[in-house]
């Protein structure tokens, strides 16, 4: 199975940059493509797609949300932070099966 | 607009089974994937398996081969999946989401998930 590693939490100050990174235990591109996408989730909802193929904007999500990275290495990036974005991100392969997820990275205010 | 409509909590005993349903409108339901997931609380995420709603044909994560079954019914454009043996390790959120029937394409729209507690 694909590893997605990502850091347990970050804290950031609202309209500061948050940057969080993902690391896939193999390369996740494909024919130019990269396989990965991001999901926010707050508490008691369900997971929402922000990000796929690494940098491509989900529809109806507010262009401070970015993707970029490619091969084993991907960050997702929110800039500027707003209070409405504190809630757990998660990077998830779709490269290959069983689709996986990384552990989540908890964004929190300083 | 696409939505995915999952049933109410469920409470049920060790051994027993349980079936989730997940009900789909506002795209044309056998033309897409359905993929399902578990979420522990506080945990990260898990996917379950598959199925093409066209077809039926499913896939599956090894490591829930044996505790899950998904089914799909075209008329209601529902999906289903079965729990079987549950023990308090399946005690989870469990989700539905669809994936547009392209090559590594993401799971775009979820349903809202479904407490499932098993408890004596």
């Known amino acids: 199975d694909i590893v997605l590693t990502q850091s347990p939490a970050l804290a950031v100050s609202l309209e500061q940059r948050a940057t969080i990174s993902c690391k896939t235990s193999?390369?996740?591109?494909?024919?130019?493509?990269?396989?990965m996408h991001w999901y926010q989730q707050k508490p008691g909802q369900q997971p929402k797609l922000l990000i796929y193929?690494?940098?491509n904007l989900a529809s109806g999500i507010p262009a401070r949300f970015s993707g970029s990275g490619s091969g084993t290495d991907f960050t997702l990036t929110i800039d500027p932070v707003e209070a409405d974005d504190i809630a757990t991100y998660y990077c998830?392969?779709?490269?290959?099966?069983?689709?996986?997820f990384g552990g989540g990275t908890k964004l929190e205010l300083k | 607009q696409v939505k995915l409509q999952q049933s109410g909590a469920e409470l049920v005993k060790p051994g027993a089974s349980v079936k989730l349903s997940c009900k789909t409108s506002?795209?044309?339901?056998?033309?897409?994937?359905m993929s399902w997931f578990k979420q522990i609380p506080g945990q990260s995420i898990e996917w379950i398996g598959m199925?093409?709603?066209?077809?039926?044909?499913?896939g599956y994560n090894q490591k829930f081969k044996g505790k899950a079954t998904l089914t799909v019914d075209t008329s209601s454009s529902t999906a289903y999946m079965d729990l079987s043996s549950l023990t308090t390790e399946d005690s989870a959120v469990y989700f539905c989401?669809?994936?547009?029937?392209?090559?590594?394409?993401?799971?775009?729209?979820w349903g809202q998930g479904v407490m499932v507690t098993v408890s004596s």
């Open positions: 193929e690494g940098s």
């Open positions: 506002g795209y044309t339901f056998s033309t897409s994937y």
């Open positions: 199925i093409y709603a066209g077809d039926g044909g499913t």
């Open positions: 998830q392969q779709s490269k290959d099966y069983p689709r996986t």
């Open positions: 989401a669809r994936c547009p029937p392209s090559l590594g394409a993401p799971f775009d729209y």
């Open positions: 193999q390369n996740v591109d494909n024919y130019g493509i990269s396989y």
